[in-house]
């Protein structure tokens, strides 16, 4: 354990994870659950599953800077998203496809749709659903090199703020 603090909260209010809006509108608490230490296919999961309708809008839950979008063979269609600070990335996964004209480099702002609920990658095609995950960027700012963080403790914060 590092800590009793979740990492964001040693951050301090400097952290764009205190700032989220919930990537998806309208989100209800009962859609999260903290799954972030389980295992799934064999891989500690690091992430919050979000289930919804397949081409649900999924919206950036911060400004920053669109990093890289990237075809995983797990993860799918994928956007890696860069907060403002370059402290955070901002991972969402299995996306049906991205909104159009998205591109690497662009900025977003907080609440932009970049992409559609889906279930490509390693996803059930027939529970389509958003993975989400929180990287702590090194100093190099490697967007496929960061720390998980586990993002229940703040998602659940931006569904509370958005009521
Ligand atoms: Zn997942």
Redesign the pocket.
């Known amino acids: 354990m590092a800590g009793l603090l979740p990492a964001f909260l040693a951050v301090g209010a400097t952290s764009s994870i205190l700032e989220m809006t919930p990537p998806i509108r309208g989100l209800a608490l009962a859609s999260l659950r903290d ?1 972030f230490e389980e295992i ?1 296919n064999g891989h500690p ?1 690091e ?3 979000i289930l919804e309708p397949r081409g649900t809008p999924v919206r950036a839950v911060v400004s920053g800077t669109v990093r890289k979008l990237f075809l995983s063979t797990p993860g799918g269609n994928t956007v890696y998203q860069f907060d403002e600070m370059g402290m955070y990335c901002y991972y969402y ?2 996306l049906d496809g991205y909104a159009q004209g998205l591109r690497e480099g662009m900025r977003v702002e907080r609440g932009d749709v970049i992409g559609f609920v889906g279930s490509t990658g390693n ?1 059930d095609s027939r529970a389509p ?1 958003l ?1 989400f995950a929180i990287f702590e960027l090194g100093p190099e700012k490697l967007w496929w090199k960061g720390k998980a963080v586990d993002p229940y403790p703040g998602l659940v914060a931006a569904v509370k703020r958005a009521k």
Do not use: R, T
Request: net charge negative; proline share 0%; aromatic share 0%.
């Open positions: 799954m799934h999961h992430a919050i599953d996964a299995h996803a659903h993975h």
